[in-house]
């Protein structure tokens, strides 16, 4: 048989291993065998015997990169290297679905982690890790956690305790721009002007911010709401759409294309499913305002409880006219030069001409902003002065009011206060 031949038998044997990985829980034992054990054996035979019988006719080494390419012109060790790769790989996924069975994971959370080892090996293995991380941080505490004490307020425990979902996955999040910051370091690709991995790290932040915010807003939901089925697969599903998005900005930003209004088959499908995740992941705003609203819990002042509920209920609203404006128009800027080189500040916002993105800013953020100006009408007009805090949540839609249809007109942000 030729080199090519057994490539395409090595390949085959691989993936039926990585699909017995991947269904194990159907029948742990047979499959976990299968995948684990059967499949890599045949792949290390194979290397073994390829090994063997061509290593002497190979030119080249290891003490360079150079060599190793004159290594590899042979077919046949270029062969066997693919299949130490598919052997290699596929033990590493075994050890993952173990791991993942011993520390109590859920198998639909490995699934990405398998996919990402099947595919790029090593990336997978570190995806596999912060995943673990992020299920340590987020895992229960043994007992009846509602009769144990709760952890210091603003202890990575304490979110954990109140939210163990939006937790881990903020952990995970937060591990994740760790590759992407090596990624930014040494790919010099532009697109729109900017770096191509700016954007799923300000993606990742924002996110991670956005996770923390709910954790630590959670604990003032009591858990008769919180414990709910339909609570559980609520913050389930909305775990999901936020990988998905993620995934998806960062592979668009791998290709080097856009993530956003991008109408190129398959990309324009895509970005339309997005459009639904976000829906979804924004909708977890609006289920904590009513359990809030409707089973509050903790010590809080009525004027600051207001706040809460009035800012995490304007967020979906708010984002959803932004957002939805935006995407109708096919783009964020209006007017002015379509990049974000040399944007103002952090943000990139566009300095001469209109740009939606603001508006979409301070919808996103209305869950900080409107609870923080609570907190200062309940210090200057006392715990129950509610209406202060009403007329702080009416200025706050004014405002981003403001910004939208001031971006509309193709005016930069803060027009004639920096820009002429």
Known sequence: ???????????????????????????????????????????????????????????????????????????????????HYLAFDLLLGAWQVRTARREGIAHLALLPCLLATFLFGPAGYLLFQSLRAAHRAARSHPGDAAAMPAPGPWTLARLAHDSPRYTGLAVLLALAMLPLLGALALDTRLFQ???????????????????????????FASTEITRRPWWQWHERVVVLAVVLEMVWIGAAAALATASHFNEAPYWAAI??????????????????AWGIYR????????????????????????????????SGLGSHWVGGTPSDAGGLGLMGWSRDGGDLRVAHFFATHALHIVPLAALVCARLFGRDARTPVHIAALAYIGWVAATFIQALMGQPFLAGIFFS
């Not at 976990?32 to 035979?45: D, F, Q, R, T, V």
């Not at 700016?198 to 923390?212: Q, T």
């Open 295 to 326: 089973y509050p819990a903790g010590n809080l002042s009525p004027a600051v409880r207001t706040g809460l509920v009035w800012g995490l209920a304007l967020t979906l609203p708010l984002t959803q006219i932004t957002a939805g404006t935006l």
């Open 193 to 219: 002007g900017i770096n191509v991995w700016i954007k799923p790290l300000k993606f990742h932040i924002a996110l991670v911010v956005y996770l923390v915010t709910l954790a630590v807003f959670s604990r």
């Open 1 to 83: 048989m030729s080199p090519e031949a057994w490539f395409q038998v090595a390949n085959t044997i691989a993936l039926t291993g990585w699909l017995a990985l991947a269904l194990s829980p159907l029948a742990p034992r047979l499959l976990s065998l299968l995948g684990g054990i059967a499949m890599p054996l045949l792949l290390s035979g194979g290397y073994t015997a390829i090994v063997l019988a061509h290593w002497a006719s190979g030119q080249g080494g290891f003490d360079s990169l150079g060599a190793v390419a004159q290594l590899f012109e042979s077919r046949w060790l270029l062969l066997a290297g693919w299949v």
């Open 271 to 288: 970005y339309s499913a997005m459009g639904m995740a976000a829906v979804v992941l924004t909708s977890a705003s609006t289920s904590l």
